[in-house]
């Protein structure tokens, strides 16, 4: 007996000392912009909401604290107007003082276990000196968001509705997939009776459609992250591979040159595959796994994502190594609208404009097939989806895609070329330029 307690004794002894160590929050991570940087994307956004005389109180909300398997990743205007990853926080812009509070957990309770107290030491986020020190901001806890909203009674509340128009609220159907804005706006109707909500979308998009020169270099890592992969993908494009092992080779490059996740999921498809759109072949998960046979076009449109910013890349493949005539010929129409679109792409244009091009631009007998409209392309950022308004200007900073598809289903050929644009001064520039994209060139990099 006498011996047993020793041993608990000395296990306990263990467990005290064998505590993992407290960390700070930038020993984790480190802020991606500068505070300067930071406290001028907030001006920016006080500009904007001023000038179409919006007063009120923005309210954007931090992701959820827990990452259910995957890497933390910040929601995209929290993390745009912060650049902190602070989880379970709500940042809080008073328009047009322009005063600004980030409401957080005083711990981070990702780094809590009860089972675990040794493992998890816990990581502190209130008192973290740290984070006000480096980014300018003040720091309240969120238990004193309720008391602070109280004394808004009355505030137009301003939340970025996802698009221009009416507000979207959560619905009550049985089953919805609600945003964390919604969700948000739920507990104020429920907790504080708010009801004057004002959508900021078009605010927000006109100061994330501008992106900084921080913002470009990352983008353009993004891209050659990306041109890199494909490259190496497209090597072990052959008959009798399947589109999954493409994939593979694809998202392993990713990795090794830095990425840290997909833009989103890979889509590689081949043969009759290549003539669905991706929400199609996206609903069985063994849609996207067909081996190629020879004669076969296989479609890359593909993007990583480098802190936080992402690429979107497209092309297209012959699996033999070469293209047949028609093939060939179709490929080589569509790059040409595509080159053409990008040679009449420079500042004080609209994507309008573009759409009117391609209406003059496309073959009459090539139009039935050419899926342009609004979908020749999107702005690129944070997300494959950037905040962005179609009658917009176009100006310097602004990076989006462009991505005429071609559906043939009557020939059964279909061929999609994607590029990332950089508007500039004076034009625009290619951010995907270092892959090949002509039907000759393309078959040169295969024989490689």
Same mark, same amino acid.
């Given at each position: 007996?006498?011996?047993?307690?020793?041993?608990?004794?000395?296990?306990?002894?263990?467990?005290?000392?064998?505590?993992?160590?407290?960390?700070?929050?930038?020993?984790?991570?480190?802020?991606?912009?500068?505070?300067? !940087?930071?406290?001028?994307?907030?001006?920016?956004?006080? /500009?904007?909401?001023?000038?179409?005389?919006?007063? =009120?109180?923005?309210?954007?909300?931090?992701?959820?604290?827990?990452?259910?398997?995957?890497?933390?990743?910040?929601?995209?205007?929290?993390?745009? #107007?912060?650049?902190?990853?602070?989880?379970?926080?709500?940042?809080?812009?008073?328009?047009?003082?322009?005063?600004?509070?980030?409401?957080?957990? !005083?711990?981070?309770?990702? #780094?809590?276990?009860?089972?675990?107290?040794?493992?998890?030491?816990?990581?502190?986020? /209130?008192?973290? /000196?740290?984070?006000?020190?480096?980014?300018?901001?003040?720091?309240?806890?969120?238990?004193?968001?309720?008391?602070?909203?109280?004394?808004?009674?009355?505030?137009?509340?301003?939340?970025?509705?996802?698009? !221009?128009?009416?507000?979207?609220?959560?619905?009550?159907?049985?089953?919805?997939?609600?945003?964390?804005?919604? @969700?948000?706006?739920?507990?104020?109707?429920?907790?504080?009776d708010t009801s004057n909500f004002k959508n900021g979308y078009s605010a927000i998009a006109n100061v994330r459609m501008i992106k900084s020169e921080a913002e470009i270099t990352i983008m353009k890592k993004a891209a050659q992250i990306t041109v890199e992969s494909i490259i190496e993908a497209a090597k072990?494009?052959?008959?009798?591979?399947?589109?999954?092992?493409? !994939?593979?080779?694809?998202? =392993?490059?990713?990795?090794?040159?830095?990425?840290?996740?997909?833009?989103f999921g890979s889509i590689i498809k081949s043969g009759p595959n290549s003539l669905w759109p991706w929400r199609i072949l996206a609903t069985h998960y063994n849609r996207r796994n067909r081996e190629m046979m020879p004669g076969d076009l296989v479609i890359f449109d593909v993007g990583c994502e480098y802190?936080?910013?992402?690429?979107?890349?497209?092309?297209?493949?012959?699996?033999?190594? $070469? #293209?047949?005539?028609?093939?060939?010929?179709?490929?080589?129409?569509?790059?040409?609208?595509?080159?053409?679109?990008?040679?009449?792409? $420079?500042?004080?244009?609209?994507?309008?404009?573009?759409?009117?091009?391609?209406?003059?631009?496309?073959?009459?007998?090539?139009?039935?097939?050419?899926?342009?409209?609004?979908?020749?392309?999107?702005?690129?950022?944070?997300?494959?989806?950037?905040?962005?308004?179609?009658?917009?200007?176009?100006?310097?900073?602004?990076?989006?895609? @462009?991505?005429?598809?071609?559906?043939?289903?009557?020939?059964?050929?279909?061929? #999609?070329?994607?590029? @990332?644009?950089?508007?500039?001064?004076? =034009?625009?520039? @290619? /951010?995907?330029?270092?892959?090949?994209?002509t039907p000759d060139a393309l078959e040169q990099l295969m024989q490689q």
């Open positions: 007996m006498k011996n047993l307690f020793s041993i608990i004794i000395a296990l306990t002894i263990n467990q005290l000392t064998a505590q993992t160590p407290q960390q700070a929050y930038f020993e984790w991570t480190a802020l991606p912009f500068s505070k300067v !940087e930071l406290d001028q994307r907030r001006s920016n956004l006080l /500009l904007e909401l001023t000038a179409k005389n919006i007063k =009120g109180l923005v309210l954007i909300p931090a992701k959820d604290g827990f990452s259910f398997g995957e890497t933390f990743r910040q929601l995209d205007d929290f993390y745009y #107007f912060t650049g902190l990853e602070l989880p379970n926080a709500i940042l809080a812009i008073e328009v047009p003082s322009g005063n600004t509070t980030v409401f957080t957990p !005083e711990m981070d309770q990702r #780094f809590h276990s009860a089972s675990r107290p040794n493992d998890f030491p816990g990581r502190p986020l /209130l008192n973290d /000196l740290a984070i006000n020190t480096q980014t300018g901001l003040v720091l309240k806890n969120i238990t004193q968001f309720t008391s602070y909203m109280n004394s808004k009674s009355g505030h137009t509340i301003i939340i970025n509705n996802g698009r !221009e128009g009416d507000i979207r609220f959560a619905n009550e159907d049985y089953i919805a997939t609600h945003s964390p804005v919604q @969700v948000l706006m739920k507990a104020l109707q429920s907790k504080h072990s494009i052959k008959s009798g591979v399947d589109e999954r092992y493409l !994939e593979g080779v694809l998202e =392993g490059h990713y990795k090794k040159l830095g990425a840290q996740r997909l833009a802190n936080n910013y992402v690429s979107d890349i497209g092309r297209t493949f012959p699996v033999s190594g $070469k #293209f047949t005539a028609r093939q060939k010929e179709i490929l080589t129409m569509e790059v040409g609208v595509a080159d053409q679109i990008i040679d009449y792409i $420079k500042p004080g244009i609209t994507f309008k404009d573009i759409r009117n091009l391609t209406n003059k631009i496309i073959p009459k007998d090539a139009k039935p097939y050419m899926q342009v409209g609004l979908f020749f392309g999107h702005h690129l950022g944070l997300s494959t989806g950037d905040p962005d308004l179609p009658d917009a200007l176009l100006k310097p900073g602004m990076i989006f895609t @462009v991505e005429p598809w071609y559906y043939n289903h009557d020939e059964q050929i279909s061929v #999609f070329t994607e590029d @990332v644009i950089l508007i500039t001064k004076d =034009g625009c520039e @290619v /951010l995907s330029k270092n892959l090949p994209r």
